[in-house]
């Protein structure tokens, strides 16, 4: 018996070259502004159009600042790249979610919250966070920009195919926990290659469980343990969330789409290349320590120390700690923070903010620390205001930004200075990634309020 990612593949593959690539058919491709242009030009420089346009959505993400949207962007690259995606979807006839539009926020939340991300898809953009929509049971990956030509072009892609890797979590998480220290409890054990090559279904008690927020969080993270991509099967919980969806199907499009879906998993005698088995008992909350997110440990641990870490890999582990101002050994347990960033594709949705108030609730901001809340979409902040979480945030010294990818990488206004260490709910901490000489150390949202409010690293569970 076929996987449920056998199964999906399969029926997209157009034709086979015989010890060679796939050529895949795409559902969906998204575009932002920062890997399309060059597949644009190419189109242009080649006097075509796009093969199926009702089939691409272009929206802007990363260089959007997230205050004064109304107002063009101060910096040229950025205004240049968000401009050049608007003309770009209108030449080719392509959807565009601009700045200031309702449906505008980071791609890889849209997607899935719009309904455009629906199981059963092969679904691509030019970022590899990409896996994020694999938690709607679509096949979902990262492509590069030459790629996302080929898709405008074509609505196909030439693909190897990856081999299949399943990760099953049993048992219940204890307090604390979420998704997030799920996946970095899960890179921590697999390292940042432990997946290379693999597409990866995550099952079990523990995943079964997850809100599809927390699914959408677990998916995002695939790419950081070197997977092609990560994936959920569809299932009850994943259809209520879709249904009534502005792009979902309607009616009795909607009845036939769910008996299709309702297919869509992997057989009981379904072989995998690799199958690994964790118990959400023995994750605790967690946090990262280095320069990669495979570098994590439980909040309480201590940084290893040198002799744990295989020789070869000594001389870049204390690479790692010195960039950070760490030292093997260590806890970071009350370590003083600079900055908190709540938000990314990995976190910067409603039931992110839940979270995150649930820890503030009856605390103030810590007066020593400079706080970035950053709804994922317009969706999102609409619901905030709509709730009267805005206010709430607001009495306790916090402020709800525009949505945008902000923190999570050095390409709009929202930059960590150098030095200066943050407590980020983002994906990667790789030196300078959230701005020049910035430290990063990865958390959940509810790590990430227990730091805002302390002022240092903190347990959520103390609070």
């Known amino acids: 018996m076929n996987t449920l990612f056998d199964k999906i593949w399969d029926s997209h593959v157009v034709q086979k070259v015989e010890d060679g690539p796939s050529q895949l058919y795409i559902d969906r491709l998204y575009c932002h502004e920062v890997t399309s242009p060059q597949a644009f030009d190419g189109l242009r420089q080649r006097g075509i159009k796009c093969y199926r346009p009702e089939k691409i959505f ?5 260089n959007t600042p997230t205050h004064d949207q109304d107002k063009p962007i101060e910096d040229e690259v950025g205004r240049t790249q968000v401009d050049t995606l608007a003309r770009n979807a209108e030449e080719f006839g392509l959807e565009h979610f601009g700045m200031m ?15 455009l991300s629906l199981p059963g898809m092969t679904i691509v953009c030019g970022d590899s966070h990409t896996s994020t929509h694999g938690a709607m049971g679509a096949v979902a990956f990262g492509i590069g920009t030459s790629e996302v030509e ?4 074509s609505q196909c892609i030439l693909q190897q195919k990856p081999k299949s890797m399943r990760i099953n979590i049993e048992g219940k998480f204890g ?3 979420t998704a997030k220290d799920m996946a970095l409890y899960l890179m921590s054990k697999l390292t940042t290659s432990g997946a290379t090559g693999y597409f990866v279904e995550y099952a079990g008690e523990a995943v079964r469980n997850l809100s599809m927020e927390g699914r959408l969080t677990l998916c995002n993270l695939s790419i950081e343990m070197g997977a092609r991509g990560g994936f959920i099967a569809p299932d009850e919980i994943t259809f209520e969330y879709i249904r009534d969806r502005e792009y979902a199907p309607k009616g009795e499009d909607w009845d036939k789409a769910v008996e ?7 057989g009981d005698d379904a072989v995998f290349d ?14 990262t320590y280095g320069t990669n997110p495979g570098m994590g440990m439980g909040i309480e641990d201590s940084i290893p120390s040198l002799e744990t870490i295989p020789e070869e890999g000594r001389g870049s582990f204390l690479k790692s700690l010195d960039y950070m101002g760490f030292k093997p050994g260590e806890k970071l347990i009350g370590t003083k923070v600079d900055y908190v960033f709540l938000g990314a594709c990995t976190n910067g949705r409603i039931e992110d903010f839940y979270a995150f108030a649930s820890i ?10 400079i706080a970035w809340l950053v709804p994922g979409s317009w969706m999102v902040y609409d619901q905030l205001k709509k709730e009267g979480l805005d206010k709430f945030f607001e009495r306790a010294g916090f402020e709800i930004r525009q949505p945008g990818c902000s923190a999570c990488l050095a ?6 200075p150098a030095g200066k260490l943050a407590v980020s709910t983002s994906n990667r901490n790789f030196e300078g990634r959230q701005g020049p000489g910035a430290r990063t150390v990865l958390a959940s949202p509810l790590t990430a309020a227990a730091a805002a409010v302390t002022g240092v690293i903190t347990d959520p569970r103390t609070l």
Do not use: Q
């Open 411 to 416: 390409m709009n206004d929202d930059k960590i």
């Open 101 to 115: 539009h309702p449906k505008n926020g980071i791609i890889h939340v849209v997607g899935p919250e719009r309904g």
């Open 150 to 153: 080929m898709v405008l072009a």
């Open 274 to 287: 690799k199958e690994l088995t964790f118990r959400a008992e023995d994750i605790p909350p967690m946090v």
């Open 58 to 62: 272009c929206i802007p993400d990363h």
């Open 260 to 266: 299709y879906w309702k297919t869509l998993k992997s």
């Open 360 to 369: 503030v609730n009856g605390r103030r901001k810590h007066p020593d620390v």
């Open 175 to 177: 307090e604390g926990v």
